[in-house]
């Protein structure tokens, strides 16, 4: 926990220098809204969309505000041809510095018309937010890392070290090929860095929009699916058999639901856990405490899983998350299968995990898929180190004064870990401030506020730049 120290030193000395950034339009920002509405606008989920095509415009739209051609690169991973890729090259004074890379994914989670209120992929402006599919997950900040390119270049920077931008295919799970690890493969040298940002973190608000604390993605969750399923024999459904697939496996859901994993705080959480307290109601922050001290303090837990966000933070979740089941509405069903999506806490084993839902149903009619391959072989825990997080003290102290900054334990993964076991020092920043749903990022009427990106978009600005300056 060294690395924190001076951490913890600096976020008591956090000055209150007022700014006024709102008051006018933010520099370039019609440009930057343009990238940004371009992004959203191009469809890039698996079912529908092309990440290939956004890279080729974002490509050209660099390239129409200056950017050098000869430093755009598009890859197209072989026999997938949407899942293209985009990187940029602005290179540093200093050849033997290692570089600052900006890594974003550009495909997002399936966005269906219907179930919108608003079209998810038209860039909708309304009441402060910006709605569309991948605002806040995580074209806003593609938008921002692209922007920053096209604005520093255009400045005449000469940084020390090169900077580099990646937006990548295929975070999120689908059929399109994962850019991040087809880049660390093929193209090492291209993205190598010493320092890489990507999502992850950024900031939280409470339900009044004030901000709590800046947070620093340290840790990730691991992810795992598990398959459960019952079959039978079937049958005309005007004569039930006493066994219905459908009702055991509804059965052991509800059980699976009401599955408590246990919660468990490691430095990360214990952290944001300790700088955030302070700053909500009373209530919540005398409980906050409380769970820190025994987190088997049933009542305080309570108050503190009233947030969906803290509530995952502390410990290994199982959602089902798809059901399929039945083959016609006149026969009792035959097989009913539910994925059931599990997020561990660094440390936790997928055994355990199924022990504990195993031993939840206790029901032998529903069975488990074979043990999925082990999801960590990958880090969850990337080394923070102060060359990354001082400069984001430095410049929380400017963008937003009086908020203190915190190492946290993310209840997703990201890409980070694909260059981390490639040996790139990756972490995740956003920031990007957001409510307790995060934006409903993978959900419906995705939305992130005009704002927390005009902020954030200020604060990766100069944040760069300082990593770009660093010996
Ligand atoms: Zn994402």
Partial sequence: MRQFSSLAAVMVAVSAVATSAQAAEPPGWPAFRAMLQEMVETDTSYASGDCTALAHKTAARMKAAGF?????????????????NLVAVLPGRDLKAKAVLMLGHHDVVNAFREDWTRDPYVLVEENGEFYGRGVSDMKAQNAI??????????????????????????????????????????????????????????????????????TVMAAEKATTNFTLEVTGPGGHSSKPRPENPIIILSDALVK??????????????????EAVAPRVDAETGAAMRKVLVDPADTAAMAIVDRSMSRRAMIRTTCIPTLIDGGHASNAQPQRVRATVNCRLLPGQSVASVRAAMEKAIADPRVKFSAPPAPTSPRPAISTLTPQMVDPIVAVAAKVFPGVPVTPMQETFGTDSTRLIVAGIPTFGFSALFRGDDAGNIHGLNEHVSVQAVVDGREFLYRLVKVYAEQR
């Avoid at 050098?68 to 293209?84: D, I, R």
């Avoid at 999120?172 to 880049?183: D, H, K, M, R, T």
């Fill in 256 to 273: 699976l639901g009401a599955l408590p994993f246990p919660a468990e705080f490691n430095a990360f959480s214990r952290s944001y856990f």
């Fill in 68 to 84: 050098p051609a000869e430093n755009l690169h598009v890859f197209v991973p072989e026999g997938s041809p949407k899942s293209g």
């Fill in 145 to 214: 890392f692209a922007d920053n390119m096209v604005r520093y270049h255009a400045e005449g920077l000469k940084p020390r070290r090169t900077i580099k931008l990646a937006l990548t295919c295929g975070e999120e799970p689908s059929g399109f090929v994962n850019g991040a690890a087809w880049l660390a493969q093929n193209q090492r040298e291209l993205i190598d860095a010493g320092i890489a940002v990507t999502e992850g973190g950024g900031g939280d608000l409470d339900d009044q929009g004030r901000k709590l604390a800046v």
